[in-house]
């Protein structure tokens, strides 16, 4: 980010456990992170602060994560969107619309290998500052 701090990252599950074992990845990178449990709840937060990133779960008690994906570009600058699904594949069509058109960067299946999310926090650190 072009103030110098590192980027933020929010994690939208309505699994708490999953939302715990991201935002401890995260952590373990050093990076500050908070959590959402529902799609609105995702949208409050994101009228509050700034994220880089945002790790949204496909499937979410108020709204589909595709749909929020499309409120999460209008309402940020720029963020880096991964998908997580239980219920898509990475070569779901839908999946891969999302990535071609770049509403999402990143695709992870659940259940997903903690080595896969620290390889994306690793790539999204590695970005350049946005101006």
């Known amino acids: 980010m072009s103030d110098g701090q590192p980027p933020t990252f929010l994690t939208v599950d309505d699994e708490p456990a999953i939302n ?3 935002g401890r990845l995260i952590a373990r990178r050093g990076f500050p992170v908070d959590h959402a449990l529902s799609g609105r709840e995702a949208l409050r937060l994101c009228r509050l ?5 945002v790790f949204v ?3 979410l008690p ?3 994560g595709t749909t929020l994906v499309c409120h999460l570009r209008e309402r940020l600058e720029d963020p880096v969107i991964v998908l997580i699904s239980g219920y ?3 070569d779901d069509p839908t999946v891969e619309e999302l990535i071609w058109t770049g509403m999402i960067q990143h695709f992870v299946a659940k259940p997903f290998l903690h080595h896969d999310i620290l390889d994306i926090i690793d790539r999204i650190a ?3 500052p946005r101006s």
């Open 20 to 22: 715990w074992i991201l």
């Open 49 to 53: 602060k700034r994220y880089r990133a």
């Open 57 to 59: 779960d496909a499937k």
């Open 62 to 64: 108020d709204i589909l």
């Open 88 to 90: 898509f594949f990475s």
């Open 126 to 128: 590695a970005l350049p």
